[in-house]
């Protein structure tokens, strides 16, 4: 299957500095990507779609401006979780979809934020 | 949106049993995954199924899609099959996935 790489794997950060969260499609070109979250013993929320070149699209209540997302290349699209506070501790995996519209999705490791 | 609901919840098997997931989903999808995810978070993909049967090894599944619903079958479990299994379906409006809200599964040596 493809492979999709996310880094880093683990970070603790301070409240109120900025984490970067990167996702690469190693092998394919993905114009679509998706960021989910997974909190302990729960399913994965869907937080944004990502389209290569494009604006974001997110999911209700979750916040444009805490949570940037770019997708400046096919094989790259970042998180970054600005101001981190505690409560955004979490599990974050990135997805990047093999076909143009619809296809089968791929997941990176996840990323483990804690924010003290 | 389009709901997605998983049974059991929690299982519990001894080394060898066979089991069955169960993925029943609200409304059409365009696509059905299954995936297991590993003790240390990743998911990894079991089957990429919007309808039929298929199989890889000790593990199958079948999806009807027009009875909306999806049965993944591990047979001879094994201890490294434990983890949570989540399906996930594509809504026809569009590419995202929706998850269930999985089933864990604990194998018993």
């Known amino acids: 299957g493809a492979v999709v790489s996310q880094h880093p794997s683990r970070v603790i950060c301070k409240s109120g500095t900025s984490v970067k969260i990167e996702c690469r499609s190693l092998d394919f070109q993905a114009t679509t990507m998706f960021w989910y979250r997974q909190f302990p013993k729960q399913s994965l929320m869907l937080m944004a779609t990502s389209n290569e070149g494009s604006k974001a699209t997110y999911e209700q209540g979750v916040e444009k401006d805490k949570f940037l997302i770019n997708h400046a290349s096919l094989t790259l699209s970042t998180l970054t979780v600005t101001s981190a506070h505690p409560e955004d501790s979490s599990f974050y995996i990135c997805s990047a979809l093999q076909g143009v519209g619809t296809g089968e999705l791929f997941f990176g490791e996840g990323s483990r934020l804690t924010v003290l | 949106g389009i709901q997605v609901e998983q049974s059991p919840p929690d299982l519990i098997l001894q080394e060898g049993a066979n089991s069955t997931l169960r993925c029943n989903f609200s409304?059409?999808?365009?696509?059905l995954q299954w995936f297991h995810q590993n003790p240390w978070g990743q998911l990894i993909n079991l089957f990429y199924?919007?309808?039929g049967t298929k199989q890889n090894g000790r593990l199958s599944a079948t999806t009807v899609a027009t009875e909306r619903y999806s049965l993944l079958y591990i047979s001879s479990s094994q201890t490294t099959d434990s983890g949570v299994y989540f399906c996930a379906v594509e809504e026809t409006s569009g590419s995202r996935l929706t998850f269930g809200e999985g089933t864990q599964l604990t194998v018993n040596p």
């Open positions: 409304d059409s999808v365009n696509n």
């Open positions: 199924i919007p309808s």
